[in-house]
């Protein structure tokens, strides 16, 4: 492994394999994207992977804005990940709608470390409306994957997600935590971002430093981007195609964004000025800085609590539920 000297490196890498998806939640800007929808070419995944070797990236999620079974490659993609990197984590999130039994099959023993499905609702017609989608095939999916007899080979760890939109009710999210609990897997119900003003949100700009500006958001042309939020790359840092994911994230750019947020200035720099993006990152801030966006990430879960989380007791190793 190459020894990079002062030079940070990001903790997370997300590589988005496609763009389309076979959802259209009314809470995601994934329909009003103005980019053609696509599957990362080849040897562009393979390159990025590569590069991540050189410095043993400690996380990957192998998605950004789209669904990662709309990519008829995303299974040998995600052997290839594990061949080069065994020790990096890999995160999946999916809608679940694709992850049919076959799919679900051919998922085990890839490694995945931590499978987000993002299910969102109970209510069939909720579900219908919101994602455009059929409940009754996810609910089956889901079913067969938490199945104790191949859970163990399939991911270490289990989260089903919802996110809380204006009309989720408190018997909603009750019920979602029961519909986990039987399952024994985790549930996380999360409150919504606005996507830089193009989604409605309650919730206020934070003034913590957000967590994307210590990962590497590689959309499915090549271009590192902002973060989630940043569909089209607009503020983008670089294009991972033409430069290693090192010399992106040690770039003038991607520098100028952590400077302004962990000096607390994110408030002032385009786009992250309105956006309420709430996941923080205490990555490279002295002690100081940590303690006060420590409290001030602290009082903005107490005042608003945008998202809750209940751990499942079942963990790949344990005895089967
Ligand atoms: C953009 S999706 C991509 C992966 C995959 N298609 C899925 O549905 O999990 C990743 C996560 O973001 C969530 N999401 C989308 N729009 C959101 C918003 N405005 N606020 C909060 N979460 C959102 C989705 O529900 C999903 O859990
Ligand atoms: S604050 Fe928002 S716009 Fe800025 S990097 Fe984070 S998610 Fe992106």
């Keep these: 492994m190459v020894k990079h000297d002062k030079r940070e490196v990001p903790r997370l890498v997300a590589i988005e394999t496609t763009n389309a998806c076979n959802a259209k939640c009314a809470f995601c800007p994934n329909s009003a994207m103005n980019r053609d929808r696509e599957v990362m070419a080849d040897d562009l995944y393979r390159k990025i992977i590569d590069d991540c070797a050189t410095f043993g990236v400690q996380a990957i999620e192998p998605f950004l804005n789209g669904e990662p079974f709309m990519d008829p490659q995303i299974v040998p993609r ?8 065994p020790a990096t984590k890999l995160r999946l999130y999916t809608n679940g709608f694709a992850l049919v039994p076959k799919r679900a099959d051919e998922l085990q023993g890839v490694g995945i470390d931590h499978l987000f499905i993002s299910l969102n609702t109970l209510d069939p017609a909720k579900y219908e409306a919101v994602m455009g989608l059929g409940l009754e095939r996810t609910l089956r999916n889901i079913d067969y994957l938490v199945d104790p007899s191949r859970r163990n080979r399939l991911a270490r760890e289990i989260t089903i997600r919802m996110t809380r939109t204006d009309d ?3 018997a909603d999210e009750a019920r979602f935590v029961a519909y986990c609990k039987q399952r024994k897997v985790n549930c996380m119900i999360v409150g919504l971002f606005n996507y830089l003003g193009d989604v409605k949100s309650r919730l206020p700009v934070p003034s913590f430093p957000c967590e994307h500006i210590t990962r590497v958001d590689i959309l499915s042309n090549g271009i590192v981007t902002l973060c989630c939020m940043d ?9 991972a195609s033409k430069e290693s994911i090192l010399d992106i994230y040690n770039g003038p750019r991607a520098r100028a964004y952590r400077t302004m947020h962990r000096q607390g200035r994110r408030k002032q720099i385009p786009p992250c000025g309105t956006c ?18 420590g409290f001030a990430y602290a009082y903005y879960l107490l005042r608003y609590r945008p998202f809750i989380k209940h751990r499942a007791s079942f963990r790949a190793g344990s005895p089967p539920p």
């Design 276 to 293: 309420n993006l709430f996941w923080p990152s205490f990555d490279g801030l002295s002690w100081p800085r940590r303690v006060q966006f």
């Design 231 to 239: 569909t089209e790359g607009k503020f983008g840092w670089g294009d």
């Design 168 to 170: 989720t009710t408190a």
């Design 78 to 85: 995600l052997r290839y990940l594990r061949e080069r990197l």
